[in-house]
């Protein structure tokens, strides 16, 4: 029996689950918040569901590991810091270099911070907890899991855009996708639950949180997904405008005297999507409840998202050549029974057919009829623990 943590950084935050590895059972989990600005402040949770909360000056995410690992000893969760073998950390682009899951060294994290232009809020965030940990536990198991690894599988048909293809070669301008972690994990459940090898199936995961993305799965890879060189592309999302025709960019900034291409893309990535077309809010419960009501922007941000994810589904099943099941996941997925109910019901040419009994139920389970065509799943994600069994994989590799 072995303790692995799963660490998400971001640039002022520091999440953490910690397992007990083979039997994934979740031990403690928490978060450093505000980390270097005031109000710092650290939580953590015990497998008994007790809640610990402690503010103070946080100055760095060394600071953070430092004070998260202390916790963890005096609230008795370990005895001893080498309880934890080995440590997951997220990493958000991993570019060309990185198809795999990867063993940290000193090359490794070089990379990782070289890449930020693909991902310049994550990457150096990544790389700050990849080194706050290091420099604590310099001597376990650390692996970087990658966003976009789970994507190295495109065909070069699905990742070329159609410009000049120099642009591709001299600067890596192509797709990478994302929220890779999460499409590889609920399609392994999705097989799991459907009793068949995933290398036999067509799938389409739909994770759709705050940031969405689709993903078509077949025999077994990432074959398709809705995100692009960032994740600004794709469907509409929570304040990400989703695919845009790029003159309509460079009319509005003539139009709103913009300089920065950059303030164009926060726009398109913070002010877009359901919270720009509503004018109300980027939560989906709040566009909901304002359609009920009879909001008309709020009906019609519904509308475009429904159908986003449906023109997604019709193109990628004729891509792949068919469709075998469909997985609802992330924040509106796992959540949303109105969403899921609109999106299978436009699916009638697949033969699908909602449970309407199941859609209201919880937890990772079918929702189809039992003579539906195609299979529905709602599948609750687990990144933390996909990252935990990539340490484990690696760690068997090890020995
Ligand atoms: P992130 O992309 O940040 O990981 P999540 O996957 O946690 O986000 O999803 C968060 C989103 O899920 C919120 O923006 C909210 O709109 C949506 N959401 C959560 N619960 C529901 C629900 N019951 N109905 C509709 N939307 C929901």
């Not at 060309?96 to 990457?123: G, M």
């Not at 940990?133 to 070069?156: C, M, Q």
Request: avoid cysteine.
């Amino acid at each position: 029996m072995e303790k692995i943590i799963a660490i998400n950084a971001g640039s002022s935050t520091l999440k953490f689950k910690l397992f007990e590895m083979p039997e994934e059972k979740v031990i403690s989990s928490g978060a450093v918040d505000r980390i270097g600005i005031p109000g710092s402040n650290f939580t953590i949770k015990t497998a008994d569901g007790h809640k610990t909360k402690i503010e103070q000056p946080i100055k760095n995410h060394e600071e953070a590991v430092d004070l998260l690992l202390q916790q963890l000893l005096k609230l008795d969760i370990i005895k001893d810091y080498h309880e934890i073998t080995g440590v997951g950390h997220r990493v958000v682009a991993g570019g060309e270099i990185f198809q795999d899951s990867a063993l940290i060294n000193d090359q490794v994290l070089k990379d990782i911070e070289d890449l930020k232009e693909y991902a310049p809020l994550h990457n150096p965030a990544n790389a700050t907890g990849i080194r706050a940990f290091k420099k604590i536990l310099p001597d376990i198991t650390s692996v970087a899991v990658f966003d976009t690894s789970f994507h190295g599988t495109l065909p070069e048909k699905n990742y070329l855009y159609s410009i000049p293809y120099e642009y591709y070669e001299k600067y890596g301008a192509r797709k990478y996708g994302a929220h890779g972690t999460s499409h590889r994990y609920v399609a392994g459940q999705a097989a799991k639950l459907m009793q068949k090898p995933l290398e036999d199936l067509k799938l389409i995961t739909l994770h759709l949180g705050a940031g969405s993305s689709i993903t078509a799965i077949k025999d077994g890879k990432s074959f398709d997904t809705s995100m692009g060189f960032t994740p600004l592309a794709g469907i509409t999302m929570a304040t990400r405008s989703g695919d845009i025709d790029v003159s309509l960019v460079v009319y509005l900034m003539e139009k709103l005297n913009i300089k920065d291409p950059r303030k164009m893309l926060e726009i398109l990535n913070e002010k877009s999507g359901l919270l720009g077309l509503s004018q109300l809010s980027p939560d989906l419960r709040d566009i909901l409840d304002a359609a009920d009501d009879g909001n008309h922007r709020a009906e019609v941000a519904v509308d475009i998202l429904v159908n986003d994810i449906v023109k997604y589904i019709g193109s990628y099943a004729t891509e792949m050549g068919g469709l075998d099941g469909i997985v609802f996941t992330a924040g509106i997925g796992e959540n949303s029974v109105p969403i899921r109910q609109k999106v299978v019901n436009r699916l009638g040419i697949f033969n699908a057919k909602l449970d309407d009994e199941l859609n209201q139920q919880r937890g990772e389970r079918f929702i189809n009829q039992a003579d539906s065509a195609i299979k529905i799943m709602v599948i609750p994600t687990n990144e933390e623990l996909a990252i935990a069994r990539e340490v484990e994989r690696f760690k068997k590799m090890e020995d």
